[in-house]
């Protein structure tokens, strides 16, 4: 089983990334797909999800309206579109496979995003 996470880097305030994440050796259209992050001294939060049946997404206050996470399932991909972003944003980026069904879940190793100018 493996998510890799990719598409982070440094951004200036304002700017945008497109964050993906791979996945492999699970049937991907089972799992509900979220992103969290990870801020230095901070607890992991999650940031957007979408379900595996109907699609239907959640998002944290913080970032609602600023990002959007989409997924595709003959690809095996979720993305995560952040606009607007802010130094707040600054984190490592996680992808996480969720299924309810047996709670059986899997993570990325992260990637790293950057806002400052």
């Known amino acids: 089983v493996q998510l890799v996470e990719s598409g982070g880097g440094l951004v200036q305030p304002g700017g945008s990334l497109r964050l993906s994440c791979l996945a492999s050796?699970?049937?991907?259209?089972?799992?509900?797909m979220t992103w969290y992050r990870q801020a230095p001294g901070k607890e992991r939060e999650l940031v957007a999800g979408?379900?595996?049946?109907?699609?239907?997404?959640n998002y944290a206050d913080s970032v609602k309206g600023r990002f959007t996470i989409s997924r595709d399932n003959a690809k095996n991909t979720v993305t995560l579109q952040m606009n607007s972003l802010k130094p707040e944003d600054t984190a490592v980026y996680y992808c996480?496979?969720?299924?309810?069904?047996?709670?059986?879940?899997?993570w990325g190793q992260g990637t790293q995003v950057t806002v400052s100018s």
């Open positions: 996480r496979a969720y299924r309810r069904v047996d709670a059986r879940n899997y």
């Open positions: 979408i379900t595996s049946t109907n699609g239907r997404t």
């Open positions: 050796g699970f049937t991907f259209s089972s799992y509900a």
